[in-house]
């Protein structure tokens, strides 16, 4: 009797344990369904996120515009390849009657300014009947005055800030500092040149005189691109060149500027086209997200690190 008792235990305690099983696999698959239907609703709100973003209908006559705000950068939302986007999508578009970057910068990569005055000549080559104006709110500066010079027009606001027609590396020196605290610096490099612009080394007289032969290449590129772009336009004087900033009434009075005007201004009297279609690259939902979780911190200490010894000209 007690190993029947026995063994009836362990067929219940086997039977049980198997319906705890059954019950604990079911959960399991449960979550995984959910999990599984999550991430393609996650996959699908990202999609169609990023379609109303940048799906932008344009089918009759209206301004597409582009805005360029903020430091022309590399990783920022005014890089190259954003405005780029913007302003192919903007040719493209079939009920486009005129093209407006709006512009709010006060400059920043030259490399990038670069990139996007090349586009800006070539779409205006390949779409003659569409006409490229560049507005100007509170800025264009530097490198953001680079840019709007490739434009048929440019349009300001008499206390627009327009110009700084110049080139600036920026860099410091804490040597006396470290002199002071007891400091040793030590940077070992193959390269006599390697430590260039090392803000913790003396500047040698070489260094600085490469510099400033580097900058003036830049800034003879500058000039030229802002000579092309606006031609017998400029009312040259010795220093608009020099780097120094005008509003904008003084902006027109040189030939930097064509007229006073805004976005709605443009679109309403110059293209007759006035409804405005934004057609400015927005960032998705997963950089938004990016961004929150400190991918931007981290990209802008790294940033902050690599500016310590060396910084790249700057159009601004």
Excluded at 67 to 90: F, T, V
Excluded at 222 to 233: E, L, M, Q, S, Y
Aim: overall charge negative.
């Amino acid at each position: 009797m007690a190993e029947e008792g026995w063994e009836r235990r362990a067929l219940e305690a086997l039977a049980n344990d198997i319906v705890v099983e059954r019950r604990r696999a079911r959960r399991w698959s449960i979550f995984f369904r959910f999990l599984t239907l999550g991430v393609v609703a996650f996959g699908l709100f990202l999609m169609l996120g990023n379609f109303a973003a940048r799906g932008h209908p344009c089918t009759d006559a209206c301004t597409a515009v582009v805005a360029l705000d903020g430091e022309i950068d590399h990783d920022g939302q005014a890089s190259a390849d954003n405005i780029i986007e913007g302003l192919k999508a903007a040719f493209e578009s079939p009920g486009t009657r005129g093209v407006v970057l709006r512009i709010n910068s006060p400059g920043g990569s030259p490399v990038q300014a670069g990139r996007i005055y090349g586009e800006m000549q070539r779409l205006r080559a390949k779409h003659p009947k569409i006409p490229l104006h560049a507005v100007v709110e509170e800025m264009a500066a530097s490198g953001a005055y680079y840019v709007a010079a490739a434009a048929d027009r440019i349009y300001v606001d008499p206390a627009s800030l327009v110009g700084s027609i110049g080139v600036i590396i920026d860099s410091f020196g804490v040597v006396d500092a470290m002199e002071k605290i007891g400091v040793e610096r030590r940077a070992i490099t193959a390269g006599e040149n390697k430590a260039f612009l090392d803000p913790f080394s003396p500047l040698p007289d070489r260094q600085r005189a490469y510099a400033g032969e580097m900058i003036e290449d830049i800034h003879r590129q500058f000039i030229a691109a802002v000579k092309g772009g606006r031609g017998d336009r400029l009312k040259e004087t010795p220093e608009m060149f020099s780097g120094r900033v005008w509003n904008g009434q003084r902006a027109v009075e040189l030939g930097l500027a064509d007229a006073y005007g805004s976005v709605e201004s443009v679109a309403r009297d110059v293209f007759q086209a006035e409804e405005i279609v934004d057609f400015t690259p927005e960032e998705d939902l997963a950089t938004r997200i990016a961004r929150r979780l400190g991918t931007e911190a981290g990209r802008f200490t790294l940033k902050a690190l690599r500016s310590a010894s060396f910084s790249a000209p700057m159009l601004r």
